[in-house]
DNA sequence: CAGCATCCGTGCAGATACTG
DNA sequence: CAGTATCTGCACGGATGCTG
């Protein structure tokens, strides 16, 4: 062993880091259907808050998963767009969402809705 | 539409209330290699306290993910291990895992070091 | 060994108001 | 439109001590 400048007991909690966030793992997942602007991401995800929607962004981008592209315009534009590394996410995320859906069908049976992933039955066949 | 029980804005929300807890993602990923007590548990996450692993474990138990083996015996012997709808979960945390390792390749290089997860490098061609 | 009970601080997150 | 700034509360989680 040498000098080590960070300790991980399991590599999960370095990807944790990164997605743990409350939101995170939500505010990832739309944007694998492409950029956003920050008011599209208060629409797909109601019950957020725009301080919380802006902290956890700001996380994001700096660990480099997501860009934040600001139009010097008025009014402002700002489109958040996941980065070639943000992309290597994709598979959790889209895992998780479909892993969510069965888990969902298995606990409400069908009393539950949800909203918005009808791109996702394009893209698998679920 | 119907009346609903529950909604969701996406099914990555459905997963997150399963193992979106702080520790959930790390205590599943070790019982992907085998049933756990208890103390087994807290070598593998030193740095998680008593408390939280056991409300952790319970949170999952009641997700029906994991399994409460307890033995009557004194002095008490508790194992804890995945159900088969757990075990449904394998794929998202070994990609967790996985893409925990990179990342923390690319971010520390060689200044950082993971402690419990070798088993993986059987498993997989990393 | 596995875990519960209790106290306690902080920090996460909500609500509201304001700005370039 | 896309944010900041500030105040606030409560629940999450840590520390400690006790129990079957």
Redesign the pocket.
């Known amino acids: 062993m040498k000098n080590h400048d960070k300790i991980y007991n399991t590599a999960v909690e370095a990807t944790l880091e990164v997605i743990g966030?409350?939101w995170k793992p939500v505010i990832l997942f739309h944007l694998t259907f492409g950029k956003k602007?920050?008011?599209e991401l208060k629409s797909l995800i109601p019950?957020?808050?725009?301080?919380?929607l802006?902290q956890q962004?700001?996380e994001l981008e700096e660990e480099g998963v997501i860009l934040?592209i600001s139009y010097n315009q008025v009014?402002?534009?700002?489109e958040y767009e996941l980065t070639d590394y943000g992309w290597s996410l994709k598979e959790i995320l889209h895992l998780m969402c479909r892993w969510g859906d069965s888990h969902i069908e298995r606990k409400y049976g069908g009393r539950a809705t949800v909203l918005s992933n009808p791109q996702l039955k394009d893209v698998y066949d679920i």
């Open positions: 966030g409350k602007r920050n008011n019950v957020i808050t725009q301080k919380m802006t962004l700001r934040r009014p402002p534009k700002v």
